[in-house]
């Protein structure tokens, strides 16, 4: 029994033709970059999109970046769309590596400086009458020691060339506190165009996985009230990769089984699969600034508090790890900590917006009472403090 018409349309690396419930912010992109597009504007565009996991940032930008190629091309502009993940290429350096590839530009690059590099790429553009449009994504990932200068030095590129600006950017984070540490004037250039991604409500992922699900699957194999079921499942974290996950993996069980549809037991069976419930073992897998991250988080919601944000979260965290005679680890590692934690279900990053400069990171813990945790947690670390 067949279920798939087309599984790599649910790979994550697919981007589809349309994003429901991204309508406005598609619309609101193009009209950022309409004189990019039509290749005459005289200032460089720069655009921040925030959101929490899975509200579909990557997927909009990359929709976005083919459509505005496409729409430059008819109006015969050469635009290039250039993405770079910066969780794979963590420095200044890789990334002008990767552009240069995407480009197929001939340059050398042993023996330059970043600075002398990104001139020799703005002169490759202005040789070949080319624009381009920056798309930098998990920009999060990029901070830190050297890298700080990174954001820096890619929201201002070209600025000190008088010529037309030929490379736009987009930076594309969860976590909108990195901008925090920039300079007055770079951070309102930066932030007066933020587009913030909501999460998704169990209504729109319904749409989402239902239009996602005529692309990949047979018709009619999934049943309504197994899409009903993902999409509530779905909807208390917001995130549409997981909908999408949760379907694909349905699709799967089924398959295996050899059954005609997707059923609710397929459902909850592929949810069980994916984000198991905390249990106290996983506890003994973390490393110890992971269960530090934990205490510090249980210790300080116990206040009847349901979340605390990632700035304030990392000031608890270092006063437990001087309780605990451990040397903290700056903000960059701290974040890619509590992104694993994530993954792992244990605590949730939400992206929250309260106006342009209030959006923060709220850090919660859905799965587990703080007492227990705090309890578990202060065995475990008491253990591993030695005689
Ligand atoms: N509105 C939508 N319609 C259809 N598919 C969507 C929509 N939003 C997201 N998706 C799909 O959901 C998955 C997750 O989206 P995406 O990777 O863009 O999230 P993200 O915000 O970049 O998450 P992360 O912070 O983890 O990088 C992708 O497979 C994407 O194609
Ligand atoms: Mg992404």
Redesign the pocket.
Same mark, same amino acid.
């Given at each position: 029994m067949r279920i798939f018409r087309d599984e790599e349309k649910l790979s994550?690396e697919?981007?589809?033709k %349309? /994003?429901?419930?991204?309508e406005s912010e598609l619309k609101l992109l193009k009209t950022f970059f309409s004189g990019v597009v039509s290749g005459t504007s005289r200032i460089s565009t720069r655009v921040i999109i925030t959101?929490?996991?899975?509200?579909?940032?990557? %997927? /909009?930008v990359k929709l976005f970046g083919r459509e505005a190629r496409e729409d430059a091309r008819k109006r015969g502009v050469d635009l290039r769309f250039l993405y770079v993940n910066c969780r794979i290429s963590k420095t200044i350096f890789t990334i002008l590596t990767r552009i240069i590839e995407q480009l197929r530009a001939r340059i050398p690059m042993r023996g330059y400086s970043y600075e002398e590099l990104l001139h020799k790429i703005l002169n490759y553009f202005e040789a070949k009458n080319i624009y381009g449009i920056l798309a930098l994504?998990?920009v999060d990932a990029l901070l830190g020691r050297e890298e700080k200068n990174a954001l820096y030095f890619f929201s201002r590129i070209g600025e000190e060339r008088e010529k037309v600006p030929r490379i736009s950017v987009i930076l594309?984070t969860?976590n909108p506190e990195m901008f925090d540490v920039l300079d007055e004037s770079t951070r309102s250039t930066l932030l007066g165009n933020i587009i913030h991604?909501d999460e998704?409500n169990s209504d729109?992922l319904y749409d989402?996985v239902k239009?996602?699900a005529d692309e990949a699957l047979i018709p009619g194999v999934l049943m309504e009230s197994s899409l009903r079921l993902i999409a509530d499942l779905a909807g208390e974290r917001g995130?549409?990769?997981y909908?999408?996950d949760i379907l694909w993996r349905a699709g799967k069980y089924a398959e295996a089984e050899g059954f005609p549809r997707i059923t609710p037991e397929h459902v909850r069976k592929a949810s069980a699969s994916i984000y198991p419930a905390i249990r106290r073992e996983h506890l003994e897998y973390l490393g110890d600034h992971e269960r530090l991250i934990l205490l510090a988080l249980s210790r300080a919601l116990k206040e009847g508090q349901a979340y605390i944000t990632a700035n304030d979260l990392h000031q608890h965290y270092r006063m437990i790890c001087e309780e605990y005679s451990t040397q903290p680890r700056a903000y960059t590692r701290f974040w890619e900590y509590l992104q694993r934690l994530d993954d792992l279900g244990i605590i949730r990053i939400n992206v929250k917006s309260e106006g342009i400069k209030g959006r923060r990171s709220y850090i919660s813990l859905p799965g587990m009472p703080v007492s227990i945790l705090r309890r578990e947690l202060e065995l475990i670390l008491e253990k591993g403090k030695g005689p």
């Amino acid at each position: 029994m067949r279920i798939f018409r087309d599984e790599e349309k649910l790979s994550p690396e697919y981007v589809p033709k %349309a /994003l429901p419930h991204r309508e406005s912010e598609l619309k609101l992109l193009k009209t950022f970059f309409s004189g990019v597009v039509s290749g005459t504007s005289r200032i460089s565009t720069r655009v921040i999109i925030t959101g929490s996991v899975g509200t579909g940032k990557s %997927a /909009l930008v990359k929709l976005f970046g083919r459509e505005a190629r496409e729409d430059a091309r008819k109006r015969g502009v050469d635009l290039r769309f250039l993405y770079v993940n910066c969780r794979i290429s963590k420095t200044i350096f890789t990334i002008l590596t990767r552009i240069i590839e995407q480009l197929r530009a001939r340059i050398p690059m042993r023996g330059y400086s970043y600075e002398e590099l990104l001139h020799k790429i703005l002169n490759y553009f202005e040789a070949k009458n080319i624009y381009g449009i920056l798309a930098l994504d998990e920009v999060d990932a990029l901070l830190g020691r050297e890298e700080k200068n990174a954001l820096y030095f890619f929201s201002r590129i070209g600025e000190e060339r008088e010529k037309v600006p030929r490379i736009s950017v987009i930076l594309i984070t969860r976590n909108p506190e990195m901008f925090d540490v920039l300079d007055e004037s770079t951070r309102s250039t930066l932030l007066g165009n933020i587009i913030h991604l909501d999460e998704y409500n169990s209504d729109q992922l319904y749409d989402i996985v239902k239009f996602r699900a005529d692309e990949a699957l047979i018709p009619g194999v999934l049943m309504e009230s197994s899409l009903r079921l993902i999409a509530d499942l779905a909807g208390e974290r917001g995130d549409a990769r997981y909908a999408l996950d949760i379907l694909w993996r349905a699709g799967k069980y089924a398959e295996a089984e050899g059954f005609p549809r997707i059923t609710p037991e397929h459902v909850r069976k592929a949810s069980a699969s994916i984000y198991p419930a905390i249990r106290r073992e996983h506890l003994e897998y973390l490393g110890d600034h992971e269960r530090l991250i934990l205490l510090a988080l249980s210790r300080a919601l116990k206040e009847g508090q349901a979340y605390i944000t990632a700035n304030d979260l990392h000031q608890h965290y270092r006063m437990i790890c001087e309780e605990y005679s451990t040397q903290p680890r700056a903000y960059t590692r701290f974040w890619e900590y509590l992104q694993r934690l994530d993954d792992l279900g244990i605590i949730r990053i939400n992206v929250k917006s309260e106006g342009i400069k209030g959006r923060r990171s709220y850090i919660s813990l859905p799965g587990m009472p703080v007492s227990i945790l705090r309890r578990e947690l202060e065995l475990i670390l008491e253990k591993g403090k030695g005689p």
